[in-house]
């Protein structure tokens, strides 16, 4: 009933005060929307491909069996990090338990001084097994256009978001390295240079087999990571197009009137 549901919504909104931070949860239900949590799976029917096959090699399941049914967490291994997942919650009957997991949490971005090429499964496999360490060496599907220089790595990130689909990165690298951001890759992904000088380059490609690489020249950079699919430039155009069509006839209808008026 409603009543117990707010008991249940205060001690999520409890442990976010007590807590707070850029992590994830795992919660499973529409409690972690109602309280604006992070949660690694909650009840979306869509489930971005890459994400599901970690998952589920984080849990020893087939990827093209284990969602054709409502999908349990059997484990919390060390890979789950990778997520930036700190607590589980679990229903007790009107009650609801919650356990923080103690997994070493990866950042929601860095910047990796080595990188690995292998093919996705391996990829995926490895970022799921046991050992890996994400924030020192970011495994990529392609060899990036930069060059592993001997010498010592030191680096600075800092992060803005300006809205759910554009966040703003500050880096500045002694080495080549990567920047991986540990939300989910796409397509739709795009990085676009915010510096005053010649507008250089980035490319956006997958890291770990799910999430998101840039790779990164020595230097300073300022860039910014815009979520913007074909799909939508090319439906914005259209719409936009049409709009103006749809104006000039307007327009040619309303004139035409007004002359036979006259």
Avoid: C
């Avoid at 205060?10 to 949590?37: F, H, M, W």
């Avoid at 700190?86 to 007790?92: C, I």
């Avoid at 592993?148 to 030191?154: A, Q, V």
């Avoid at 990571?225 to 439906?235: C, K, Q, S, T």
């Amino acid at each position: 009933d409603y009543k117990t549901f707010k008991a249940k919504m205060a001690i999520i909104q409890k442990v976010q005060t007590e807590d707070p931070g850029d992590y994830r949860v795992l919660i499973g239900n529409s409690y972690a929307l109602s309280s604006s949590s992070k949660d690694i799976w909650g009840e979306d029917p869509v489930i971005p491909s890459r994400y599901a096959r970690f998952v589920a090699m984080t849990q020893h399941v087939q990827p093209d069996t284990a969602f054709l049914q409502k999908f349990t967490f059997n484990g919390f291994p060390p890979a789950l990090g990778l997520l930036r997942l700190r607590y589980y919650f679990q229903e007790d009957g009107d009650q609801l338990k919650f356990e923080r997991l103690h997994l070493k949490e990866a950042p929601r971005a860095f910047l990796a001084s080595h990188w690995e090429v292998l093919p996705t499964e391996e990829a995926l496999k490895k970022a799921a097994g046991a050992g890996f360490d994400a924030t020192r060496t970011a495994l990529l599907e392609s060899k990036p256009q930069l060059e592993e220089n001997p010498g010592i790595f030191k680096s600075q990130l800092s992060i803005g978001d300006i809205s759910t689909d554009q966040i703003e990165f500050r880096a500045i690298l002694s080495q080549p390295g990567i920047f991986v951001m540990t939300d989910n890759y796409s397509r739709g992904w795009k990085a676009r240079d915010l510096a005053a000088r010649a507008p250089q380059a980035y490319q956006v490609m997958p890291a770990n087999g799910f999430q998101i690489a840039v790779p990164l020249q020595a230097g300073i950079h300022h860039f910014m990571l815009e979520y913007r699919p074909d799909a939508y430039v090319i439906g914005k155009w259209i719409s936009i197009i049409s709009l103006l069509v749809y104006l000039v006839l307007g327009f040619r209808v309303f004139r035409s009137s007004t002359l036979k008026a006259l």
